[in-house]
Protein backbone atom coordinates (compact mmCIF):
# COMPACT_ATOMS: atom_id res chain seq x y z
CA UNK A 1 0.00 0.00 0.00
CA UNK A 2 1.52 3.54 -1.16
CA UNK A 3 2.09 5.68 1.96
CA UNK A 4 0.42 8.74 0.82
CA UNK A 5 -2.80 5.85 1.44
CA UNK A 6 -1.99 5.36 5.12
CA UNK A 7 -0.42 9.49 5.90
CA UNK A 8 -1.34 11.69 3.13
CA UNK A 9 1.31 14.17 5.09
CA UNK A 10 4.29 11.78 4.96
CA UNK A 11 7.32 13.92 4.09
CA UNK A 12 6.26 17.01 5.21
CA UNK A 13 8.29 18.71 7.89
CA UNK A 14 6.75 19.38 11.40
CA UNK A 15 7.02 23.35 10.59
CA UNK A 16 5.02 22.54 7.25
CA UNK A 17 2.75 20.76 9.16
CA UNK A 18 2.20 23.27 11.87
CA UNK A 19 1.69 26.21 8.73
CA UNK A 20 -0.95 23.84 7.34
CA UNK A 21 -2.91 22.77 10.49
CA UNK A 22 -2.90 26.88 11.30
CA UNK A 23 -4.37 27.94 8.03
CA UNK A 24 -6.60 25.33 7.97
CA UNK A 25 -7.97 26.45 11.76
CA UNK A 26 -7.62 30.58 10.38
CA UNK A 27 -9.84 29.18 7.34
CA UNK A 28 -12.42 27.09 9.28
CA UNK A 29 -13.17 30.38 11.57
CA UNK A 30 -13.68 32.91 8.51
CA UNK A 31 -15.87 30.43 6.60
CA UNK A 32 -17.83 30.25 10.34
CA UNK A 33 -18.10 33.45 10.38
CA UNK A 34 -18.67 34.99 7.11
CA UNK A 35 -19.91 31.91 4.98
CA UNK A 36 -16.34 32.86 2.68
CA UNK A 37 -12.74 33.30 2.98
CA UNK A 38 -11.85 29.61 3.51
CA UNK A 39 -10.34 28.55 0.42
CA UNK A 40 -8.54 32.18 0.25
CA UNK A 41 -6.68 30.94 3.60
CA UNK A 42 -6.19 27.48 3.32
CA UNK A 43 -4.67 27.72 -0.54
CA UNK A 44 -2.56 30.07 0.42
CA UNK A 45 -1.25 28.99 3.11
CA UNK A 46 -0.91 25.26 2.46
CA UNK A 47 0.43 26.88 -1.22
CA UNK A 48 3.59 27.77 1.04
CA UNK A 49 4.60 24.18 1.77
CA UNK A 50 2.71 21.40 -0.58
CA UNK A 51 1.47 21.65 -3.69
CA UNK A 52 -1.36 24.54 -4.97
CA UNK A 53 -2.68 21.34 -6.42
CA UNK A 54 -3.52 19.58 -3.74
CA UNK A 55 -4.14 22.68 -1.59
CA UNK A 56 -6.98 23.16 -4.14
CA UNK A 57 -8.35 19.88 -4.43
CA UNK A 58 -8.91 19.82 -0.57
CA UNK A 59 -10.25 23.11 -0.32
CA UNK A 60 -12.77 21.99 -2.70
CA UNK A 61 -13.98 18.53 -1.07
CA UNK A 62 -13.73 20.61 2.45
CA UNK A 63 -15.83 23.96 1.08
CA UNK A 64 -18.63 21.64 0.21
CA UNK A 65 -19.19 19.81 3.17
CA UNK A 66 -19.26 22.87 4.87
CA UNK A 67 -21.60 24.75 2.89
CA UNK A 68 -24.23 21.35 3.71
CA UNK A 69 -23.38 22.06 7.74
CA UNK A 70 -24.37 25.77 7.04
CA UNK A 71 -27.11 25.04 4.64
CA UNK A 72 -29.75 25.01 7.33
CA UNK A 73 -29.13 28.61 8.68
CA UNK A 74 -29.19 30.57 5.45
CA UNK A 75 -31.66 28.70 3.37
CA UNK A 76 -34.47 31.53 4.03
CA UNK A 77 -31.71 34.34 2.89
CA UNK A 78 -31.01 32.44 -0.37
CA UNK A 79 -31.37 34.69 -3.41
CA UNK A 80 -31.23 31.72 -5.79
CA UNK A 81 -32.13 33.55 -8.69
CA UNK A 82 -28.80 35.92 -8.40
CA UNK A 83 -26.87 32.30 -7.39
CA UNK A 84 -28.32 30.48 -10.84
CA UNK A 85 -27.05 33.41 -13.10
CA UNK A 86 -23.41 33.16 -11.22
CA UNK A 87 -22.99 29.70 -11.60
CA UNK A 88 -23.93 29.34 -15.49
CA UNK A 89 -20.98 31.64 -15.80
CA UNK A 90 -19.08 29.74 -13.51
CA UNK A 91 -19.99 26.73 -15.74
CA UNK A 92 -18.33 28.70 -18.73
CA UNK A 93 -15.40 29.72 -16.43
CA UNK A 94 -14.25 26.59 -14.83
CA UNK A 95 -13.02 24.85 -17.83
CA UNK A 96 -10.45 27.22 -18.56
CA UNK A 97 -9.14 27.80 -14.77
CA UNK A 98 -8.56 23.77 -14.64
CA UNK A 99 -6.39 24.07 -17.49
CA UNK A 100 -4.54 26.56 -15.94
CA UNK A 101 -4.12 24.47 -13.13
CA UNK A 102 -2.42 21.41 -15.23
CA UNK A 103 -0.50 23.51 -17.44
CA UNK A 104 0.80 26.28 -15.10
CA UNK A 105 4.51 25.57 -13.48
CA UNK A 106 4.05 25.30 -9.73
CA UNK A 107 6.35 28.36 -9.02
CA UNK A 108 3.85 30.22 -11.10
CA UNK A 109 1.10 28.71 -9.81
CA UNK A 110 1.85 29.96 -6.19
CA UNK A 111 2.56 34.04 -7.81
CA UNK A 112 -0.99 33.73 -8.80
CA UNK A 113 -2.80 32.61 -5.99
CA UNK A 114 -0.28 35.21 -3.85
CA UNK A 115 -1.46 37.97 -6.15
CA UNK A 116 -5.01 36.67 -6.50
CA UNK A 117 -5.67 37.13 -2.66
CA UNK A 118 -3.65 40.63 -2.45
CA UNK A 119 -5.68 42.09 -5.07
CA UNK A 120 -9.45 40.73 -4.06
CA UNK A 121 -8.54 41.40 -0.41
CA UNK A 122 -7.25 45.26 -0.89
CA UNK A 123 -10.63 45.94 -3.09
CA UNK A 124 -12.86 44.65 -0.09
CA UNK A 125 -10.72 46.33 2.47
CA UNK A 126 -10.95 50.04 0.42
CA UNK A 127 -14.55 49.21 0.37
CA UNK A 128 -14.96 49.35 -3.12
CA UNK A 129 -18.54 49.76 -4.18
CA UNK A 130 -20.55 49.46 -7.56
CA UNK A 131 -21.51 52.75 -8.94
CA UNK A 132 -25.05 51.54 -10.18
CA UNK A 133 -27.10 48.17 -9.68
CA UNK A 134 -25.05 45.15 -12.37
CA UNK A 135 -27.45 43.76 -14.71
CA UNK A 136 -27.85 39.97 -15.31
CA UNK A 137 -25.76 40.07 -18.17
CA UNK A 138 -23.04 41.40 -15.71
CA UNK A 139 -23.74 38.91 -12.56
CA UNK A 140 -22.98 36.20 -15.37
CA UNK A 141 -19.78 38.07 -16.08
CA UNK A 142 -18.63 37.58 -12.17
CA UNK A 143 -19.63 33.91 -12.49
CA UNK A 144 -17.28 33.58 -15.26
CA UNK A 145 -14.61 34.93 -13.91
CA UNK A 146 -15.06 33.20 -10.35
CA UNK A 147 -15.40 29.75 -12.33
CA UNK A 148 -11.99 30.87 -13.67
CA UNK A 149 -10.66 31.40 -10.27
CA UNK A 150 -12.14 28.29 -8.68
CA UNK A 151 -10.59 25.94 -11.17
CA UNK A 152 -7.32 27.39 -10.79
CA UNK A 153 -6.50 28.92 -7.81
CA UNK A 154 -9.80 27.18 -5.82
CA UNK A 155 -11.02 30.49 -5.01
CA UNK A 156 -13.66 31.33 -6.52
CA UNK A 157 -15.85 32.95 -4.06
CA UNK A 158 -13.38 35.88 -3.84
CA UNK A 159 -15.15 37.71 -6.80
CA UNK A 160 -18.42 36.51 -5.81
CA UNK A 161 -18.35 38.07 -2.61
CA UNK A 162 -16.54 41.13 -3.72
CA UNK A 163 -19.21 41.75 -6.08
CA UNK A 164 -22.28 41.32 -3.39
CA UNK A 165 -20.39 43.53 -1.03
CA UNK A 166 -19.83 45.62 -3.66
CA UNK A 167 -23.52 45.49 -4.82
CA UNK A 168 -24.54 46.42 -1.46
CA UNK A 169 -26.24 43.78 -0.09
CA UNK A 170 -26.84 43.00 3.72
CA UNK A 171 -24.01 40.51 5.53
CA UNK A 172 -26.93 37.99 5.82
CA UNK A 173 -28.09 37.78 2.47
CA UNK A 174 -24.36 37.97 1.28
CA UNK A 175 -23.23 35.20 3.74
CA UNK A 176 -26.67 33.00 2.10
CA UNK A 177 -25.78 33.78 -0.92
CA UNK A 178 -21.78 32.31 -1.18
CA UNK A 179 -23.19 29.23 1.27
CA UNK A 180 -25.53 28.30 -1.82
CA UNK A 181 -23.14 29.35 -4.89
CA UNK A 182 -20.81 27.22 -2.90
CA UNK A 183 -22.01 24.61 -2.66
CA UNK A 184 -22.68 23.87 -6.59
CA UNK A 185 -19.40 25.74 -7.93
CA UNK A 186 -17.37 22.98 -5.69
CA UNK A 187 -19.03 20.58 -7.28
CA UNK A 188 -18.74 21.59 -10.76
CA UNK A 189 -14.96 22.71 -9.43
CA UNK A 190 -14.04 19.18 -8.13
CA UNK A 191 -15.57 17.60 -11.05
CA UNK A 192 -13.25 19.25 -13.78
CA UNK A 193 -10.39 18.71 -11.68
CA UNK A 194 -11.28 14.79 -11.47
CA UNK A 195 -11.58 14.48 -15.28
CA UNK A 196 -8.24 16.64 -15.41
CA UNK A 197 -6.45 13.47 -12.84
CA UNK A 198 -5.92 16.23 -10.23
CA UNK A 199 -7.41 14.82 -6.77
CA UNK A 200 -5.60 11.66 -6.08
CA UNK A 201 -7.28 9.49 -3.33
CA UNK A 202 -4.12 10.87 -0.75
CA UNK A 203 -6.39 14.29 -1.43
CA UNK A 204 -9.18 12.64 -0.63
CA UNK A 205 -8.01 11.34 3.20
CA UNK A 206 -5.95 14.51 3.66
CA UNK A 207 -9.69 16.11 3.04
CA UNK A 208 -11.11 13.68 5.52
CA UNK A 209 -8.25 14.17 8.39
CA UNK A 210 -8.77 17.78 8.21
CA UNK A 211 -12.77 17.67 8.20
CA UNK A 212 -13.11 17.30 12.04
CA UNK A 213 -10.76 20.65 12.48
CA UNK A 214 -12.95 22.54 10.20
CA UNK A 215 -15.89 21.70 12.10
CA UNK A 216 -13.83 23.11 15.56
CA UNK A 217 -13.15 26.31 13.64
CA UNK A 218 -16.63 26.78 12.13
CA UNK A 219 -18.65 25.74 15.45
CA UNK A 220 -16.61 28.13 17.43
CA UNK A 221 -16.47 31.17 14.73
CA UNK A 222 -20.55 30.63 14.92
CA UNK A 223 -20.52 31.40 18.44
CA UNK A 224 -19.59 34.71 17.73
CA UNK A 225 -21.79 35.52 14.73
Known sequence: MSLDLVNPFAGLSPLALGV??????????????SGFGFSAVLVSSWS????????????????VAASIVQAVS????????????LLAGALIGSPLGVYFLATLPLDVMRLVVSVFVLVSASLMLL???????????????????????????GMGGLPVAL??????????????????????????????????????????????????????????????W
Request: aromatic share 12%; no cysteine; charged share 15%.
Open 127 to 153: GWKLRKKASEWGTGAVGIASGVANGAV
Open 163 to 224: FLTAAGDSPARIRAAIVAYFFFLDIIGLTFLLRADLVLPSTALSAVIAFPVMMIGMFLAALW
Open 48 to 63: LVTDPARAIAVALMLE
Open 20 to 33: MALGLFFAALARGY
Open 74 to 85: VWKEIPWRRVAI
